[in-house]
């Protein structure tokens, strides 16, 4: 019976040293459980601030692929601009060559019928008339606006040379 209480005491007492064991296994474990939260906050945080920020780099990068289309849709923009108005020129001079023919075709199967011949003269005159007095207003702009250059030049230059006969003449 001693012997079975000897055991039964050192069985208490492995329970206790177990128990102390499993109590501190448990505080560890709690403090590493409490450890890896903190960490997992922190890594929560870290993302989240990546995560503002890449939008605004995602922004940043879509505007500028943005202004390269816009610009590559201002340079299609001038390039067809300058096609329509080399078409428009080249219809132009095919519609005068047109009239030309037509003219000319008229004329010839109309030789009795004085009045319609000279109605298309006219017609024909007034349109190269309109042309000649366009090209005729832009010379004459260009002439005035180098008039009025040449005149601010010389008032400019007579300035100049009556404030250096001045200047000659007191010295």
Known sequence: MEKALADAKALVER????D??????????TALNKRVEAMKQEEIQE???????????TLVMGIQQENRQIREL???NKELRTSLEEHQSALELIMSKYREQMFRLLMASKKDDPSVI??????????ENKGLREILQI????????????ASESTSLSGLVTSSDLSLRKS
């Open 15 to 18: 329970l206790r040293e177990h």
């Open 20 to 29: 102390t064991a499993a109590e501190a296994l448990i505080e560890q474990t």
């Open 47 to 57: 993302l989240n601030e990546v995560a503002r920020h890449r939008p605004r780099s």
């Open 74 to 76: 201002q340079q299609e």
């Open 118 to 127: 000279t109605r298309l003269k006219e017609q024909h005159s007034k349109q």
């Open 139 to 150: 010379t004459r702009e260009s002439f005035l606006n180098l008039k009025k250059e040449d």
